[in-house]
């Protein structure tokens, strides 16, 4: 890993339009500066982030995940701009691969081709049918030779379809030398980044072109770039599970976050959401359930399921409109709308539709543990903190609020009270 990498990260983002900082908005589960941190750890060991806009919000947020990144702060004030956020770094290694923090889409595969050795400065290109709006990448015999705005172009440089994708590989002694010569004798008085091509060329250093995927090199300026972002990156992974051997029935309905894992044989259904870092192993996932931060073994969720976090379900069925959260479900069957929260449920067990554990008195939670072979008819309450033993049965309707011996029948019910002919005393003969 003889390589440093540099990650500008300091810049307001106000077509965003939001208090969050651009780089920390989320792309599949996961910030989208973290995407290019870890699209960096997988090339260097050596990684600087520069910061300046809520620099203090960034730096916790990325050390909440990462350990060993170093930090820049950007003197914006007197150098404003890409060339002025690199003053004052100083790469471990001979070359210096310069990334920027919004574009989410890069991949370790295209930094890697931009690190090879054999030119002073590597260059990302992009070759667009429709460069209108860029400025245009001159190369000749191979070599970059210039890059001109749009408003400088002639009318044959205009027909140029290359154009700067932003990220370098520069020999970091080159870069130690260029930074400071770089001045704002611009229309906006900053420092660009993009001077040290024209240092490089009138040196007679060889700056090579490196053409990369559009896709890839996007950067993320709006929430509607955010949008569609995320959906490049859904179709990667999606497109990477299911080579991997995941069922996905209507892919293009399907959300999962970047950190879920799955084993075995997995049926995704349509309009199903996965988040966090679930695990699903050898399970069926049934249309518009959602699964978060959960693991989920060899069962079947949904329809309309949803598995609130640190729930662990093995060998059990949720069924439509059943929610359950932080409990541990093992060989259970609970068909249909019930909320099963803080609860221990053992294998053998059938929870009735209506089910509800009533978990929280307004001030704690509390836990509600089911034996085995538990029977729970419909419309019960089960007032936690309570224990009920293997072998039980508990009626339809009862409300639960003490601990229940092993093979016990336990039912709370008002006695039924019928009067006679009193429809027709309500309503009157009809």
């Known amino acids: 890993m003889s390589i440093s990498v540099i990650i500008l990260a ?91 923090g919004d574009m989410p889409l890069v991949t370790e595969e295209s930094l890697t081709a931009l690190t090879k050795e054999g030119s002073d400065i590597n260059m990302s290109v992009i070759r667009l049918e429709n460069p209108t709006g860029y400025g245009r990448v001159v190369i000749e015999d191979g070599a970059v030779k210039e890059i001109v705005e749009e408003k400088d172009c002639s009318l044959e440089q205009k027909e140029i379809k290359s154009v700067n994708a932003g990220v370098y590989c520069v020999k970091s002694e080159l870069l130690n030398r260029y930074i400071p010569k770089i001045d704002n004798n611009n229309a906006q008085k900053e420092y660009y980044l993009t001077d040290i091509i024209k240092m490089a060329v009138d040196e007679e250093k060889v700056v090579n072109p490196v053409f990369v995927k559009e896709e890839e ?6 929430k509607l770039d955010l949008a569609l972002a995320e959906e490049i990156m859904q179709r990667r992974i999606k497109e990477d599970l299911m080579r991997a051997g995941v069922i996905m029935r209507l892919p293009d309905t399907i959300f999962i976050d970047c950190k879920a894992k799955f084993e075995g044989e997995v049926i995704l259904e349509n309009g199903v959401t996965i988040l966090g870092e679930s695990v699903i192993k050898s399970s069926n996932i049934k249309s518009n359930s959602v699964v978060e931060e959960s693991i989920i073994e060899n069962s079947s969720i949904g329809p309309m399921g949803r598995v609130r976090p640190l729930s662990y379900i093995k060998d059990t069925h949720i069924g ?68 009920v033993e293997d072998d039980v049965i508990i009626g339809a309707g009862t409300t639960l609020t003490k601990d229940v011996k092993r093979g016990s029948l336990a039912i709370s019910r008002t006695p039924l009270k019928t009067i006679a002919n009193y429809f027709y005393k309500f309503f009157g003969d009809k």
């Open 217 to 222: 090199f996007k950067g993320v300026n709006s």
């Open 320 to 387: 439509n409109f059943v929610e359950v959260k932080k409990s541990t479900l093992n060989g259970v069957k609970a068909g249909h709308l019930s909320y099963i929260g803080d609860a221990s449920i053992e294998e053998g067990s059938n929870i009735g539709a209506g089910v509800i554990t009533c978990n929280y008195d307004g001030k704690a939670k509390y836990k509600t543990t089911i034996g085995k072979n538990v029977f729970v008819g419909s419309d019960c309450q089960l007032v936690a903190p309570v224990k």
């Open 10 to 100: 300091a810049g307001q983002g106000t077509r965003m339009k939001s208090d969050t900082p651009k780089v920390l908005h989320k792309i599949s589960g996961k910030e989208m500066l973290f995407h290019a941190i870890d699209a960096g750890e997988a090339i260097s060991d050596d990684i600087t982030v520069i910061l300046y806009h809520q620099a203090k919000k960034v730096k916790k947020a990325i050390e909440s995940e990462y350990s060993g990144i170093k930090f820049h702060i950007q003197d914006v004030e007197n150098f404003a701009g890409t060339g002025g956020a690199l003053r004052g770094v100083e790469p471990k290694y001979s070359r210096t691969l310069i990334l920027n």
